[in-house]
């Protein structure tokens, strides 16, 4: 099994550029979450799938930001505009049966906006 | 708010010391309880995980942790760390009641430093 895979593992933009994070859950896993890592605040919930549907967004900062789940082994969370306050790792999660028996987390995507 | 809460910011121990990381949760009912490891620029992995029976619940690299429902608390525990024990410690929690969907909450973290 590859695990949760994320790309890119780093990415360095400018401010204002679109910036899209891309996610592959493992195969079987029916949650997806997204989680952003900061040093000032921790883990942060952003959004989470279930069977391909946004349960909660509620974590989800602004309107910049928008998440999707096309099909079962594919998600992307894009940043539009992208601003330097943004800069955080980034990290996709997946699990069987809702994420109540704890999530297997991929290897994130550092992002820096300049 | 349903809240979970690790009291130490920062553990600095020497090696083959005893640990005990705190973690204390706020939601009532039934909870599952998980502690995941974060290693430098690494990302998060499952440590271990409570949903029931007994309380006191083995994991991996020789962790243990205890649920202490009375408290509503799940400390880590390792009875000598190594220098390759240091790394960020997370405690989380599942609360079918407060959570719909299985989301986890988790808590700010414990930086755990180990001296050679």
């Known amino acids: 099994d590859a695990g949760v895979i994320q790309s890119p593992r780093h990415e360095v933009t400018e401010m204002g550029q679109e910036v899209t994070l891309r996610c592959k859950p493992i195969s079987g896993h029916n949650s997806l979450f997204w989680y952003r890592q900061t040093m000032m605040r921790g883990l942060e919930l952003l959004i989470y799938f279930n069977n391909n549907v946004p349960i909660d967004d509620s974590g989800m900062p602004e309107d910049r930001f928008s998440a999707k789940m096309p099909n079962a082994s594919f998600s992307t969370l894009k940043i539009q505009p992208s601003e330097p306050r943004d800069s955080a790792v980034y990290f996709c999660?997946?699990?069987?049966?809702?994420?109540?028996?704890?999530?297997?987390f991929g290897s994130g995507t550092r992002l820096t906006v300049v | 708010a349903q809240s979970v809460s690790q009291h130490n910011h920062h553990v600095i121990l020497s090696e083959a010391a005893s640990l005990e990381l705190g973690c204390n949760y706020s939601y009532g009912g039934t909870v599952n309880l998980f502690w995941y490891v974060q290693y430098p620029g690494q990302h998060l992995q499952l440590l271990l995980k409570?949903?029931?029976?007994?309380?006191l619940v083995k994991g991996i690299k020789g962790f243990e942790a205890e649920f202490i429902k009375s408290k509503f608390s799940f400390n880590l525990r390792k009875p000598s760390v190594q220098w390759s024990d240091t790394a960020e410690y997370f405690c989380a929690v599942n609360s079918p009641l407060y959570n719909q969907g299985g989301k986890l909450i988790f808590g700010q973290g414990t930086e755990l430093s180990v001296k050679p």
């Open positions: 409570y949903f029931s029976g007994d309380p």
């Open positions: 999660a997946s699990s069987q049966g809702g994420g109540a028996y704890g999530y297997t």
